[in-house]
């Protein structure tokens, strides 16, 4: 059975620093795009990150860029998402998504309707 499982959210105040993982199971993790996305009360998902299948392509929103850091380990079949300088716009639940490479130069889809598999979600609150 395919899996998202998502961790590390938490309260944190602003400024500080959270990292997210998501451990994947049941597809071949290597072989998928692997997305960030958050969810507000009230709102709808917002794309926050993606990252290729090697890992060597990265997108970030411009409301995050400069402050999280996307990777993922394939040898571990896991993906992460080092956020840094928080503020409280970024209180959220975070979800990790996977999307199936189908072309070897396949762009990265910043598109909630194009991941095929979601975690659960992880809350982050940015609160003093």
């Known amino acids: 059975e395919v899996q998202l499982q998502a961790s590390g959210g938490g309260l944190v105040q602003p400024g500080g620093s959270l990292r997210l993982s998501c451990a994947a199971s049941?597809?071949?993790?290597?072989?998928?795009?692997m997305s960030w996305f958050r969810q507000a009360p009230g709102k709808g998902p917002e794309w926050v990150s993606s990252?290729?299948?090697?890992?060597?392509?990265?997108d970030y929103a411009d409301s995050v860029k400069g402050r999280f850091t996307i990777s993922r380990d394939n040898a571990k079949n896991t993906l992460s998402l080092q956020m840094n300088s928080l503020k409280p716009e970024d209180t959220a639940a975070y979800y990790c998504?996977?999307?199936?490479?189908?072309?070897?130069?396949?762009?990265?889809?910043?598109?909630?309707?194009?991941?095929?598999?979601w975690g659960q979600g992880t809350q982050v609150t940015v609160s003093s």
């Open positions: 998504a996977a999307r199936p490479r189908r072309a070897v130069f396949q762009v990265l889809s910043h598109q909630a309707a194009d991941y095929n598999y």
């Open positions: 990252i290729d299948t090697s890992g060597r392509q990265r």
């Open positions: 049941g597809f071949i993790f290597s072989s998928y795009h």
